[in-house]
Each structure stands twice: as structure tokens, then as C-alpha cells.
């Protein structure tokens, strides 16, 4: 193996030991269903933001996103405004049901709708709308990891393999640990995240010579566009760069002029 695959294998190893860490901890603490479920009430603001931004965030930001900048343009990068919408519905709404949670002794948002509306059938209703997001949200995670373990080790690691792997790590410190070793896990990825995110910045642009060699291929890709007529937008600009209108009415995304990342898209992109 090459010295690249041992640190590699090295930093993996010590994250996992944390991880397992966290979730022997939290099932020697776990003592009643409390306690497992929602931490005992323990678990601080900063550690639950952290916690809230890695859930919200997590593999789709990491690679996903600028796996669409980059086959979409820059007009999809606008959804990145997400990282201000996320926190904008926690504003509006968490305090709001922190208070009523501590008021009425709800423990999942299921108990206070159906307290509100009087019945079981929200209640069942918000268990498989949030099984419905759950599992998919889950697998794209976790595919995300077995690609990124793939591309790491430069094929030595296949992606099913890598996926499989993480996936028994994350089911054995989430079952046995519970909230509180999701919580403590999820603070270590907020920071891993958005070090990585920077540091990850930082090394593209000295491999591609510092950012006027970042703007002048920017500006080549649009001049070229622009005179061979191809990739335009409705108003003439290259669809790397200019978001293709407010809104376009077609049947499909693939049937817009420009790209289909348009205000609209970006917009309710973001608040889904």
C-alpha cells in the first residue's frame, strides 16, 4: 500500500474508534428509555446545533453539491443558500416546540400533533412520512461513503464493500448508544466538515494555480460558449454562469432553455 492508504486507513480507523466510543458510553448511560431516546434531557444548545448541522448537511453537501456545481454550473451553487434556510426554520420553529415539548411532556413531534388534532392518525401519518425521508436520505449517506472510499483508495476498496463497512459501524453505535452517541458523533462531523470543506477550498485552488488562473478558465469556458452559440441561456449568457430566469414553464426539467436551475428552482430547492 502506498503512504497515502495508511493515513488514509489511519484517520478512518481513529473516527470509527470514536464513533464506537460514543456508543459504549451512551449504552452504559442509557438507563431508561429516556434516557436512550432523547439523552436524558442532558444534551447541551451548541451540542445539538452541531448535531442539527451534520444531520442537515452531512455527504450531500460534501459531495454531491459540488459534484452538481460542476456538471451544472454556477447557477446551482445559489442553492447553497441552504446553509441559511436550514437555520432559518430552526428560528421559527424550535423554540417554539422546545417550549411546548417542556409545557405538555411531548418527547416526539408525533405526540404533539396528535394532541393538537385530536387523533392517532397524524401520529402515524408523521412516523411514515419521516420513514419515507429517513431511509432514502440514509442510503444516499451511505453510498456517498462507499464512493468516497472507492475514489480514496483508488479503487483498492469497493464502493459496496466501503459502504457495507460504514454501515455496520453506524448501526452499532446508533442502536447501542442511542441520541446521545448520535449527538457527540454528529459534533466531530460538523467540525470534520467544515475543515474538510475549507481545507479541501484551499487545496483545489493551488492545484489549479490560485484563483485568477480559477477566473481566467472560468472566463475561457464562457467565452467559448458564447461564440460557438452553444450553452446559452434565454438572454444570451453562458448557462455556467447565469441562472437561465426567474422561472420557465416546461413539462420537464430536461425541456428548459439554459439549464433548470432557474430563481424558482433555486428558491424552492433550498426550502425543501
Known amino acids: 500500500m502506498t503512504e497515502k492508504l495508511y493515513w488514509l486507513f489511519g484517520f478512518v480507523g481513529l473516527y470509527w474508534a470514536y464513533c464506537l466510543y460514543w456508543g459504549i458510553k451512551g449504552a452504559r448511560s442509557a438507563k431508561t428509555s429516556t434516557d436512550y431516546f432523547l439523552a436524558g434531557g442532558s444534551i447541551g444548545v451548541w451540542v445539538f446545533v452541531l448535531a442539527a448541522t451534520a444531520t442537515s448537511f452531512s455527504g450531500w453537501t460534501f459531495v454531491g453539491h459540488p459534484g452538481k456545481i460542476f456538471t ?5 451553487a445559489f442553492a447553497s443558500f441552504y446553509a441559511l434556510t436550514i437555520p432559518l426554520t430552526g428560528v421559527l420553529f ?3 416546540q422546545w417550549v411546548l415539548g417542556k409545557a405538555y411532556g411531548y418527547i416526539t413531534p408525533g405526540e404533539m400533533y396528535s394532541d393538537y388534532y385530536g387523533g392517532n392518525s397524524i401520529r402515524l401519518l408523521t412516523v411514515l412520512v419521516a420513514f419515507l425521508f429517513s431511509v432514502p436520505y440514509l442510503g444516499v449517506q451511505l453510498r456517498a461513503s462507499g464512493d468516497l472510499f472507492n475514489v480514496l483508495t483508488d479503487g483498492l476498496i ?11 459501524v453506524v448501526m ?5 448508544g442511542g441520541l446521545k452517541s448520535v449527538a457527540f458523533v454528529d459534533c466531530a462531523q460538523a467540525i470534520l466538515l467544515a475543515v474538510g470543506i475549507m481545507v479541501l477550498g484551499g487545496v483545489t485552488l493551488n492545484y489549479l494555480g490560485g484563483w485568477s ?7 475561457d469556458l464562457v467565452r467559448s460558449d458564447i461564440e460557438s452559440g452553444n450553452n446559452l441561456t434565454l438572454d444570451g449568457f453562458s448557462k455556467k454562469v447565469a441562472i437561465p430566469g426567474s422561472i420557465q ?3 420537464q426539467g430536461s425541456d428548459s432553455i439554459g439549464g433548470s436551475w432557474t430563481g424558482i428552482m433555486c428558491m424552492t430547492y433550498m426550502f425543501a
Open 249 to 251: 414553464m416546461v413539462p
Open 213 to 219: 488562473s480559477f477566473t481566467a478558465g472560468l472566463a
Open 158 to 168: 469497493s464502493v459496496d464493500v466501503g459502504m457495507f463497512a460504514l454501515s455496520t
Open 72 to 76: 451544472d454550473g454556477l447557477p446551482y
Open 94 to 96: 424550535l423554540r417554539r
Open 172 to 176: 452499532i453505535y446508533v442502536a447501542s
